[in-house]
């Protein structure tokens, strides 16, 4: 088993409906129809809430983008050849589900049979034992799954919030295709990316055949490729492994070498050329330590460099940094530059 993190940040407002009535949820309009948007969960009689994501959501949009991915490469991923997958829904389809086009790459060719299964059939979970219910109420194990792609929510959930503090409503039209006139509309609620705009999961990877590799790098590539959801364009990344802590300590630790660095500028312009630093080195904790050894070296046309004026006993700031981030220790380097900038800043505003 392997669990890949994921963050999804949304770059335009997107779209969000309401979901608490469960009696409605499968008959009223304002429900089926906004089930490709982000979900507004709060208690009946409760009036606030949180928005959150379903796992669903984002595996249809990943299934769609590796889709794309194989039409524009033939059907080939990472070497290895791929069917068009075959979806099985087990029985009569709901009338509520929607039918979408999907991309093809072999007209004639028919989804793998057991056991050469390719990575696209594992991708869509066709051939894992999902199928198969747990003797618990929780529905299926998640170790039957191939793929488990988890809801995802808001990081370090804030109170809860009230929907109509945080979000408009906006009315959307639905366009039959056939005249290209608008058939009717429902109403759905819009929130600002800038304001609740960032969202953070797990999807578990429970596969362990001998394409693990390729569909983990299949999974990867689509999610890089997914640009829209929620009626937004937005980006899904791969988080990176969480930075060790900071103790408390090395705060105390970062103000004071933040006062020795600010001796070393000028009178002139001081507090402006202190604010570019800290904002500098907040922006190196996502390079890496190596970051160091590539910063711009001697001078302009006018003054040294930043990174070459002496802090103390003639020595240049790049080298007073190495000490003082610990450029030998990746894990603690996000957390370190990210204190320093920030006491850099504080001691300019002092």
């Given at each position: 088993?392997?669990?890949?993190?994921?963050t999804l940040?949304?770059?335009?407002p997107?779209?969000?409906?309401?979901w608490?009535?469960?009696?409605?949820?499968?008959?009223?309009?304002?429900?089926?129809?906004g089930?490709s948007?982000?979900?507004?969960?709060r208690?009946?009689?409760d009036?606030?809430?949180r928005?959150?994501?379903?796992?669903?959501?984002l595996r249809?949009a990943a299934?769609?983008?590796?889709?794309?991915?194989?039409s524009?490469?033939?059907g080939?991923?990472?070497?290895?050849?791929?069917?068009?997958?075959q979806?099985l829904?087990?029985?009569?389809?709901?009338?509520?589900?929607?039918k979408r086009?999907?991309?093809?790459?072999?007209e004639?060719?028919?989804?793998?049979s057991?056991?050469d299964y390719?990575?696209?059939c594992?991708f869509?979970?066709?051939?894992?034992?999902?199928?198969?219910?747990?003797?618990?109420?929780?529905?299926?194990?998640?170790k039957s799954y191939?793929?488990?792609?988890g809801?995802?929510?808001l990081?370090d959930?804030?109170?809860?919030?009230?929907?109509?503090?945080?979000?408009?409503?906006?009315t959307l039209n639905?366009?039959?295709?056939?005249?290209?006139?608008a058939h009717?509309?429902?109403?759905?609620w819009?929130i600002?990316?800038?304001?609740l705009?960032v969202y953070t999961?797990?999807?578990?990877?429970?596969?362990?055949?001998?394409w693990?590799?390729k569909v983990?790098?299949?999974?990867?590539?689509?999610?890089?490729?997914v640009d829209?959801l929620?009626g937004?364009l937005?980006?899904?990344?791969m988080?990176?492994k969480?930075?060790?802590?900071l103790?408390?300590?090395l705060?105390?630790?970062?103000?004071?070498h933040a006062?020795?660095?600010v001796t070393?500028?000028?009178?002139?312009?001081?507090?402006?050329?202190?604010?570019?630093l800290?904002?500098a080195?907040?922006s190196?904790g996502?390079k890496?330590?190596?970051?160091l050894?590539?910063?711009?070296?001697?001078h302009?046309?006018?003054d040294?460099h930043t990174?070459?004026?002496?802090i103390v006993d003639?020595t240049?700031?790049?080298t007073?940094?190495?000490g003082?981030?610990?450029?030998?220790?990746?894990a603690?380097?996000?957390?370190l530059?990210?204190?320093?900038?920030?006491?850099?800043y504080?001691v300019?505003?002092?």
């Open positions: 088993m392997e669990s890949i993190p994921v940040t949304f770059l335009e997107y779209r969000v409906v309401e608490y009535a469960n009696e409605d949820r499968r008959s009223a309009e304002r429900y089926l129809r089930q948007f982000a979900r507004w969960h208690k009946k009689n009036k606030k809430g928005p959150y994501i379903t796992g669903t959501l249809s299934i769609r983008a590796a889709e794309e991915l194989l524009l490469s033939g080939v991923w990472d070497g290895q050849h791929c069917c068009k997958g979806f829904s087990g029985g009569v389809k709901p009338e509520y589900m929607r086009p999907t991309y093809i790459w072999a004639k060719e028919g989804a793998c057991a056991p390719c990575p696209f594992i869509l979970g066709d051939r894992d034992q999902a199928e198969k219910k747990a003797e618990s109420q929780n529905g299926y194990p998640d191939h793929i488990r792609f809801n995802l929510s990081p959930p804030p109170p809860l919030l009230d929907l109509k503090e945080v979000a408009v409503e906006r639905r366009v039959d295709f056939q005249t290209a006139k009717d509309y429902f109403k759905v819009e600002s990316h800038e304001d705009g999961g797990q999807i578990v990877i429970h596969y362990t055949g001998p693990q590799e983990k790098s299949l999974l990867e590539g689509s999610l890089r490729f829209r929620c937004a937005c980006k899904i990344e988080a990176p969480p930075a060790r802590p103790p408390k300590s705060s105390v630790d970062m103000t004071e006062k020795i660095i070393a500028f000028d009178d002139a312009k001081k507090a402006e050329k202190v604010r570019g800290a904002d080195m907040r190196m996502s890496g330590p190596t970051i050894d590539k910063l711009p070296a001697g302009d046309d006018r040294h990174w070459d004026v002496t003639k240049p700031l790049r007073y940094l190495k003082v981030l610990r450029a030998d220790d990746a603690s380097w996000p957390a530059c990210k204190a320093l900038g920030n006491a850099l504080d300019s505003q002092g």
